[in-house]
């Protein structure tokens, strides 16, 4: 069992450049999210999505697309890479927990990426 | 809106040291409270849990209580290792809608020996 699995693990990007952050869980969660890491500010919401063919903003969207392919994959794509993109993403899902009523996040490794 | 905050970093313990990092909460409703913890060049892990008032999550040596009336859940261990150097999170998850999962900025542990 993998758990939640990113790629790359880092990357490199001049500015207007595009790219791709894929993601994949293999713990047959419905929801996935998005998150970036920047000093000093904890985790911020980009993106996420409830459960699979959804997906919605959420605190820091723009300059973002998401797509959730299948209910396994959720991939991040920038468009026109900025500077103020460089940081650190996490990737991670969820399955509510009835038991307990709640939610639980696992986080995926993580990637680094520098917009130069 | 609803919010997390927590001790400031870095905090630096001697090992077998006993170890408080605060968290406290505000938030509408009745939130899920949380302990996340980041070692170096890797991901969040879960480390503890309480969905309800005077749950007392716990794992690996690690406590945290959640007190609804000083709205505070509060990490502590009696006895750090070098092995704990980290960043730990708080977080807590508002109810309704979607598992909004909102952070604390982190707080950095180094443990020497």
């Known amino acids: 069992n993998a758990g939640v699995t990113q790629t790359p693990k880092f990357q490199v990007l001049k500015t207007g450049q595009s790219m791709t952050l894929q993601c994949a869980q293999d713990?047959?969660?419905?929801?996935m999210y998005w998150y970036r890491q920047d000093p000093g500010m904890g985790l911020r919401l980009i993106y996420y999505s409830a459960s699979e063919g959804t997906t919605d903003k959420g605190e820091v969207p723009n300059g973002y697309n998401v797509s959730r392919l299948n209910k396994r994959e959720f991939s991040l794509r920038l468009e026109s890479a900025a500077p103020s993109q460089t940081s650190v993403y996490f990737c991670?899902?969820?399955?509510?927990?009835?038991?307990?009523?709640?939610?639980?996040?696992?986080f995926g490794p993580g990637t680094r990426l520098t917009v130069l | 809106g609803d919010s997390v905050t927590q001790m400031e970093g870095p905090v630096t313990l001697s090992e077998e040291a006993f170890l408080t990092i605060n968290c406290t909460y505000t938030?509408?409703?009745?939130?899920?409270l949380f302990w996340y913890v980041q070692y170096p060049g890797e991901g969040l892990q879960l480390l503890l849990k309480a969905t309800k008032a005077d749950d007392k999550g716990s794992n690996k040596g690690f406590e945290a209580t959640y007190r609804k009336e000083t709205t505070s859940f509060h990490l502590e261990k009696g006895s750090v290792q070098v092995s704990d150097s980290a960043v730990y999170f708080c977080?807590?998850?508002?109810?309704?809608?979607?598992?909004?999962?909102?952070f604390g900025a982190g707080t950095r542990l180094a443990v020497h020996p």
């Open positions: 977080a807590l998850t508002t109810s309704g809608g979607y598992n909004k999962l909102i």
């Open positions: 991670a899902s969820s399955e509510w927990d009835r038991g307990l009523s709640v939610d639980t996040q696992y």
């Open positions: 938030a509408t409703g009745y939130p899920s």
């Open positions: 713990m047959n969660h419905n929801s």
